[in-house]
């Protein structure tokens, strides 16, 4: 028994020793650096992250466009008939209720903090350049752009991996782990050193694309209570703002998949829908209703020539700080948000998944940038300054909402309202993303000590505080600089991810015209087929009958042929 392992027994853990402690210390190391070197850790994510800007920009842009295509083939082909999940199998989750869930865990956040700030950022600030600044047309290009960022190219980034895991996990049984994608390449070695590496990966790109998210919801919260009570913008008060936080979020965790998750994003979804209908409402409700529909079609029809645009002609370097940097964090934290869909989405077709996860978040997305975005050129049209002022001007780009909600009636009642949705955004992001790393170190879905998933939401706490309050840039070009390093090597796994799903779904469906399927029993991390056989655990084949004798080290089954399918 090595010293991991040791450590771990001692801890009353279960897990996988060297996936879970290579994770921490990679995450540990970061902070332990970050906070003793901070000048040195600075110039090198600056230095790593404008190479990758200057060089490889283009590299996202066409990953995600790629996947798109890809996703959208999958649902039209006879692939699209597929279940994710025994072919018997009834959805987990209610319509409504599967649409909050992933409405809250993808991108909650981003909507509360960009709604109002970049339209009104690219209005002054046209990302091409080519029409004149505060213009009518600066505005149509950009909500353009904006929805480009908002809609499927970002759902596209959580789209692939959830249904790249979806397909792993419950049509091939293999355990709910990033490696797991990999198999039709990697074998049996997803068990091994090779395979280990990867989850490390995974977990912590995650770790710090939610990081992310809760550094600009800390943002966020901070300004909102120095509009509210005048309490100070700095360091000190986003480092206790996120312990605060946390906090909250450690007893979700806590509460579980169905009391806490669940709860919290039916409470999102009723409280966001509750302030977009306000906006209407009380906004200009007959040009919010025809400019958000005019924004559709533009966008709809901008949309092919936006999705390989490189800015190539000026090469400015907004669509870096822009575009590459959405892209970048989206696609860290996809592992997360793809496991979690993947989750929620058990007993769905490819088309079923590729449709719902595509189409109705999009839609309200659609709708909630469109209301804020055409409310706000209302207000800075008859008030000029009024937005744009302290968004591009003071550069101060988390208060954009609340400067917004002052022009409504009961300004006061609603950014109350917007700091708590803020908080439950942030709150779900952390439990939902506790969940998925505890899961992809365990490697099965079965109850584990609720320790474990505490343990990832203090490490995402403590990713986010350092990011914002222990280095040297400023909080949001230091959220950039990082996440933009950290997201190559998920591009990378993107591409291998088309190619492993295509593999494995040509492989088990063959050509029969029905696209039945093989059965693949189910799969546990050898350390953990060890530990439930020193427990005396029964272990039983699919059938429900007992297995007496030795089981294999990956699988848990006694067949000596692993993974050999079984019709």
């Given at each position: 028994?090595?010293?991991?392992?040791?450590?771990?027994?001692?801890?009353?853990?279960?897990?996988?020793?060297?996936?879970?402690?290579?994770?921490?210390?990679?995450?540990?190391?970061?902070?332990?650096?970050?906070?003793?070197?901070?000048?040195?850790?600075?110039?090198?994510?600056?230095?790593?992250?404008?190479?990758?800007?200057?060089?490889?920009?283009?590299?996202?842009?066409?990953?995600?466009?790629?996947?798109?295509?890809?996703?959208?083939?999958?649902?039209?082909?006879?692939?699209?008939?597929?279940?994710?999940?025994?072919?018997?199998?009834?959805?987990?989750?209610?319509?409504?209720?599967?649409?909050?869930?992933?409405?809250?865990?993808?991108?909650?956040?981003?909507?509360?903090?960009?709604?109002?700030?970049?339209?009104?950022?690219?209005?002054?600030?046209?990302?091409?350049?080519?029409?004149?600044?505060?213009?009518?047309?600066?505005?149509?290009?950009?909500?353009?752009?904006?929805?480009?960022?908002?809609?499927?190219?970002?759902?596209?980034?959580?789209?692939?991996?959830?249904?790249?895991?979806?397909?792993?996990?419950?049509?091939?049984?293999l355990p709910p782990r990033v490696s797991s994608i990999f198999h039709p390449i990697l074998g049996e070695r997803i068990h091994g050193p090779v395979g280990r590496a990867i989850d490390v990966v995974a977990i912590v790109g995650t770790m710090f694309g939610v990081a992310v998210s809760v550094g600009l919801g800390t943002m966020q919260i901070?300004?909102?209570?120095?509009?509210?009570?005048?309490?100070?913008?700095?360091?000190?008060?986003?480092?206790?703002?996120?312990?605060?936080?946390?906090?909250?979020?450690?007893?979700?965790?806590?509460?579980?998949?169905?009391?806490?998750?669940?709860?919290?994003?039916?409470?999102?979804?009723?409280?966001?829908?509750?302030?977009?209908?306000?906006?209407?409402?009380?906004?200009?409700?007959?040009?919010?209703?025809?400019?958000?529909?005019?924004?559709?079609?533009?966008?709809?029809?901008?949309?092919?020539?936006?999705?390989?645009?490189?800015?190539?002609?000026?090469?400015?370097?907004?669509?870096?700080?822009?575009?590459?940097?959405?892209?970048?964090?989206?696609?860290?934290?996809?592992?997360?948000?793809?496991?979690?869909?993947?989750?929620?989405?058990?007993?769905?077709?490819?088309?079923?998944?590729?449709?719902?996860?595509?189409?109705?978040?999009?839609?309200?997305?659609?709708?909630?940038?469109?209301?804020?975005?055409?409310?706000?050129?209302?207000?800075?049209?008859?008030?000029?300054?009024?937005?744009?002022?302290?968004?591009?001007?003071?550069?101060?780009?988390?208060?954009?909402?609340?400067?917004?909600?002052?022009?409504?009636?009961?300004?006061?009642?609603?950014?109350?309202?917007?700091?708590?949705?803020?908080?439950?955004?942030?709150?779900?992001?952390?439990?939902?993303?506790?969940?998925?790393?505890?899961?992809?170190?365990?490697?099965?879905?079965?109850?584990?000590?609720?320790?474990?998933?505490?343990?990832?939401?203090?490490?995402?706490?403590?990713?986010?505080?350092?990011?914002?309050?222990?280095?040297?840039?400023?909080?949001?070009?230091?959220?950039?600089?990082?996440?933009?390093?950290?997201?190559?090597?998920?591009?990378?796994?993107?591409?291998?991810?088309?190619?492993?799903?295509?593999?494995?779904?040509?492989?088990?469906?063959?050509?029969?015209?029905?696209?039945?399927?093989?059965?693949?029993?189910?799969?546990?991390?050898?350390?953990?087929?060890?530990?439930?056989?020193?427990?005396?655990?029964?272990?039983?084949?699919?059938?429900?009958?007992?297995?007496?004798?030795?089981?294999?080290p990956a699988t848990g089954e006694a067949d000596p042929l692993h993974q050999a399918p079984s019709r």
């Amino acid at each position: 028994m090595n010293t991991a392992t040791r450590l771990h027994d001692r801890l009353g853990l279960r897990t996988s020793p060297r996936i879970f402690f290579g994770a921490a210390a990679v995450v540990l190391t970061f902070v332990v650096a970050t906070i003793a070197f901070t000048d040195q850790v600075d110039a090198a994510f600056a230095a790593a992250s404008g190479w990758l800007l200057d060089n490889l920009g283009w590299f996202y842009i066409l990953g995600v466009t790629s996947f798109l295509v890809f996703l959208l083939f999958m649902a039209a082909s006879r692939y699209g008939r597929v279940k994710l999940g025994p072919e018997n199998a009834a959805p987990d989750h209610s319509g409504p209720t599967w649409f909050g869930m992933l409405f809250a865990a993808g991108i909650g956040t981003i909507l509360m903090f960009w709604a109002v700030a970049e339209p009104m950022n690219h209005f002054a600030n046209p990302p091409r350049q080519d029409v004149e600044p505060g213009s009518v047309a600066a505005f149509v290009e950009a909500m353009n752009f904006t929805l480009y960022h908002f809609g499927l190219h970002t759902w596209v980034i959580f789209a692939l991996p959830g249904l790249a895991f979806a397909y792993f996990m419950y049509k091939r049984n293999l355990p709910p782990r990033v490696s797991s994608i990999f198999h039709p390449i990697l074998g049996e070695r997803i068990h091994g050193p090779v395979g280990r590496a990867i989850d490390v990966v995974a977990i912590v790109g995650t770790m710090f694309g939610v990081a992310v998210s809760v550094g600009l919801g800390t943002m966020q919260i901070n300004s909102g209570l120095a509009t509210l009570v005048g309490l100070d913008e700095s360091r000190l008060v986003q480092i206790l703002i996120i312990v605060a936080v946390t906090s909250i979020a450690i007893v979700s965790v806590a509460l579980g998949l169905d009391k806490g998750i669940k709860r919290l994003s039916n409470l999102n979804i009723v409280v966001a829908v509750g302030l977009l209908f306000f906006v209407l409402v009380t906004g200009p409700t007959l040009l919010l209703l025809r400019g958000t529909l005019e924004s559709l079609g533009t966008y709809l029809g901008a949309l092919p020539e936006l999705s390989l645009w490189n800015d190539t002609i000026n090469d400015s370097g907004w669509q870096s700080g822009w575009t590459v940097f959405y892209w970048a964090w989206t696609i860290s934290w996809s592992p997360f948000v793809g496991i979690f869909v993947a989750r929620i989405s058990r007993g769905r077709t490819i088309r079923e998944f590729v449709g719902g996860v595509l189409a109705a978040p999009v839609l309200f997305s659609v709708a909630w940038f469109g209301i804020f975005g055409w409310a706000s050129f209302d207000i800075e049209r008859n008030a000029p300054g009024t937005l744009v002022g302290p968004v591009v001007e003071d550069g101060d780009v988390a208060t954009a909402m609340f400067v917004f909600l002052e022009q409504l009636p009961f300004a006061t009642v609603l950014s109350v309202v917007a700091i708590l949705l803020v908080v439950v955004f942030f709150t779900t992001s952390v439990d939902s993303a506790a969940l998925v790393m505890d899961t992809i170190a365990n490697g099965h879905e079965d109850p584990a000590p609720t320790r474990q998933r505490v343990f990832w939401a203090l490490a995402v706490g403590a990713v986010a505080a350092t990011l914002l309050g222990a280095t040297g840039a400023g909080g949001l070009t230091a959220l950039q600089q990082v996440i933009i390093v950290v997201g190559l090597p998920f591009f990378v796994m993107g591409y291998l991810m088309i190619y492993t799903l295509l593999a494995a779904l040509r492989e088990d469906a063959g050509e029969a015209p029905l696209l039945r399927t093989k059965r693949w029993r189910r799969v546990l991390p050898p350390e953990e087929v060890a530990r439930r056989a020193e427990e005396g655990a029964a272990l039983r084949r699919p059938d429900g009958t007992s297995l007496a004798a030795p089981v294999h080290p990956a699988t848990g089954e006694a067949d000596p042929l692993h993974q050999a399918p079984s019709r």
